[in-house]
């Protein structure tokens, strides 16, 4: 009965804040998402990760560790929905970067700090960094056909996480009035991140929800299994271990369905898998928090 408590008081405040979301577009009110999306990836997330980095207290043979698990899980989890999607005659531009980069921002995050506390949120924004750099290079050459380095310069938020390596990296501290302003900035991502994956859940349309729930639970197994065969490799402690389980096996994320619809791939597939993905990590989110804690 405990444990059921403990991870209620985990995961609920986190899918309580996307019904928020989810209620507002359904009352009709308004809720420009470009504009946020635009705020707090521009903004607010890149002061949180850079923030969160050169505050984190990890020991550097464990920032290393879980950084090489972090890429060895997602490498493992593509090779494995590549050769999925050959054998299921799907397009591989549509459905590859869905499946492989999940919600690690807007849900992983919040379920990292609620579920494992300061260390934990450190271990979740290693992992968050390493999928930004992935999803921004690989994840952007999937879904175009061809990716640009200067584009992934650009980005805030992969200019954050190097500069945010490189403070944790060195032992550097930024003075007192720009950390606390930085972290100010940075501590209205979460609530406004989650309460905006409500807002574009209520708004998508989708169809063919019957492949999209199957494929979702598919990617749960693959996900799960990959990030606890590659804490097991890389030798992680509890804690980071249970970390880049829940980001790994986090559900499909909402840019997936803005990329696609940047670049020409099949949207509503997409739509459809994080609609579907969403909708199940309700259950399986839960679950996995019972089982690692």
Request: glycine content about 8%.
């Amino acid at each position: 009965m405990n444990m059921i408590l403990t991870v209620l008081n985990i995961s609920a405040p986190v899918f309580i804040l996307a019904a928020i979301g989810f209620t507002w577009v359904k009352l009709g009110f308004e809720y420009r998402v470009e504009f946020v999306t635009r705020l707090t990836m521009t903004l607010s997330v890149p002061c949180l990760i850079f923030v969160a980095l050169m505050k984190t207290d990890i020991d550097p043979e464990a920032l290393a560790a879980l950084s090489l698990a972090s890429v060895a899980a997602y490498l493992i989890v593509m090779a494995a929905f590549f050769a999925l999607i050959r054998i299921s005659k799907l397009e591989m531009r549509t459905y590859l970067n869905p499946l492989v980069f999940g919600n690690t921002g807007n849900l992983g995050l919040p379920l990292a700090l609620f579920a494992f506390g300061e260390v934990g949120f450190g271990y979740a924004v290693v992992v968050f960094a390493v999928m930004a750099i992935m999803s921004f290079t690989i994840g952007v050459w999937f879904v175009s056909g061809g990716g640009s380095l200067k584009r992934v310069v650009q980005e805030p938020l992969v200019g954050a996480t190097l500069l945010g390596a490189l403070f944790l990296w060195q032992g550097w501290q930024t003075p007192l009035v720009i950390t606390n302003t930085l972290e100010l900035i940075g501590q209205m991502a979460i609530p406004v991140m989650l309460i905006t994956l409500g807002v574009a859940v209520a708004r998508l349309e989708t169809k063919a929800m019957t492949q999209a729930v199957w494929l979702s639970a598919v990617k749960v197994v693959i996900c799960v299994a990959a990030a606890w065969g590659a804490s097991v490799w890389f030798g992680l402690d509890e804690i980071a271990a249970a970390v880049l389980i829940v980001q790994i096996a986090t559900p499909v994320a909402v840019t997936s369905y803005l990329l696609a619809e940047k670049y020409g791939a099949d949207a509503q597939p997409v739509a459809g898998l994080v609609v579907a993905s969403t909708l199940l990590s309700v259950i399986y989110l839960p679950l996995i928090l019972a089982f690692v804690i």
